[in-house]
């Protein structure tokens, strides 16, 4: 990441190229999967699937769980059809390896696809070819055990982060209306986040109808596809992982294709050609005209930069600038590139919900006089709420003079009086 330097293309940089990089892979993997008349619709839907535009442009490591999850599933495929299959071997062995310390959701691609095709070896009662995937999975597993240990093993014990996630772990063993609800809510979702359709139920339903053509077609395929999404959702029955939004984007190839052959099977209807046109037009008209109103009007910028900026054209120089725990370090980095004298920032600490904390931090600036507060919106899990109660209490003990609001964050300027010192 570091390479190019710390400004923000350069920082956004390796998720560009993953996301550019996941457009001819996912073709290359698409046209092995999917017929001539299903292609152009998946290639349509995972083009301008807006969750994969997103991460594609972020300092974050989904769009590289995109590229390796199908870079993976192009090296099982071709493992399996080489003619020199000791050197297809090879590579595919080395990749899963590298590519278990890359991304997360690797981990899921190689246990799903491994596990799909050891199962299919042994029913056809090949015990050299089975043997030969355990070998390569025996050497996915040495790679992986460092990797656990020095990093995964204390996340996937931290009570925090799980306490952050808990409504996107699978109920196991699901034993209540509510928890078969979960399967259901969290099903139509995936066409949401991560496959970026408006009209999440249609694409649901179109999943589910192109299921049985696509096993026909290849059952070993299809079943190479979803199961890492099988062993993803069991890892959230276990707590390990997150099934919900992001975390998933990795499943959006593996789910289209399915999506594109229950469009295509429309044609079999018979003098369907017009229905099967404004199914398409349906799943791809919205997420494009979104698409195309990014590229053309860009969203105002996100995050604290243009609360950095505004505090370095009106901070007066005794003024107090105290900064939300959650956008510390987006303002450590702004601040630092724009160069703003911001360097005595308080950065403030999250308390969960310690109302009395929060306090005792308000109340350590009131010498300061003018203070200047900096937030950014958090998710509840989060401990959204916090800046709402900042609000009240400082309308309560103060008088506001300023403030800025924008898509990414809040400024808000507040002077303390005289009687309310201490």
Not at 7 to 29: D, Q, T
Not at 103 to 121: E, K, P, R
Not at 169 to 195: G, I, Q
Not at 225 to 230: E, N
Request: charged residues 15%; positive net charge.
């Amino acid at each position: 990441v570091a390479l190019f330097g710390t400004s923000e293309f350069a920082l956004r940089l390796p998720s560009l190229v993953a996301g550019l990089a996941a457009l001819p892979l996912f073709w290359l993997a698409a046209r092995r999967w999917l017929d001539r008349t299903a292609l152009p619709v998946a290639l349509g839907l995972f083009a301008v699937a807006g969750p994969l535009i997103r991460y594609a442009s972020e300092l974050k490591q989904y769009s590289w769980d995109v590229a390796v999850a199908l870079a993976l599933l192009l090296a099982a495929s071709y493992a399996e059809r080489a003619r020199r299959r000791t050197v297809a071997l090879a590579l595919w062995a080395v990749a899963g390896a590298a590519a278990v310390w890359c991304s997360h959701a690797a981990v899921f691609v190689l246990a799903g696809a491994g596990t799909v095709l050891a199962a299919s070896h042994v029913r056809q009662r090949d015990w050299r070819r089975a043997a030969e995937v355990a070998a390569v999975a025996a050497v996915w597993v040495a790679s992986f055990a460092p990797c656990y240990l020095l990093s995964l093993r204390t996340l996937s014990g931290d009570a925090v982060v799980k306490s952050w996630w808990s409504a996107a772990y699978m109920p196991l063993p699901p034993t209540s209306p509510s928890d078969v609800k979960w399967f259901l809510e969290t099903f139509v979702a995936l066409f949401t986040h991560p496959l970026g359709l408006t009209l999440a139920g249609l694409g649901a339903v179109a999943f589910l109808a192109g299921l049985p053509g696509a096993f026909r077609r290849a059952p070993v395929t299809a079943c190479m596809l979803l199961a890492p999404v099988a062993v993803a959702l069991l890892a959230s029955g276990l707590r390990l992982y997150p099934f919900t939004g992001r975390f998933l984007l990795f499943t959006a190839p593996l789910l289209l294709p399915f999506t594109a052959v229950g469009v295509d099977g429309l044609r079999a209807l018979g003098g369907r050609a017009g229905l099967r046109a404004l199914v398409i037009i349906a799943l791809l008209l919205q997420p494009a005209l979104e698409a195309l109103d990014d590229l053309v009007l860009p969203d105002t910028p996100e995050g604290v930069r243009p609360a950095v900026d505004y505090l370095a054209q009106h901070r007066q120089p005794r003024d107090a600038v105290y900064v939300y725990s959650w956008a510390g370090p987006a303002f450590r980095y702004y601040a630092r590139r724009a160069d703003a004298g911001l360097d005595d920032a308080v950065i403030g600490l999250s308390s969960r919900n310690d109302w009395a904390f929060y306090i005792e931090e308000i109340d350590a600036l009131r010498d300061s006089g003018r203070v200047w507060f900096v937030f950014v919106p958090v998710a509840p899990e989060l401990g959204g709420g916090e800046d709402k109660f900042f609000r009240t209490y400082l309308n309560e003990h103060a008088t506001p003079v300023d403030e800025l609001q924008t898509k990414g964050s809040s400024l808000f300027l507040y002077e303390f009086g005289p009687s309310s010192r201490r």
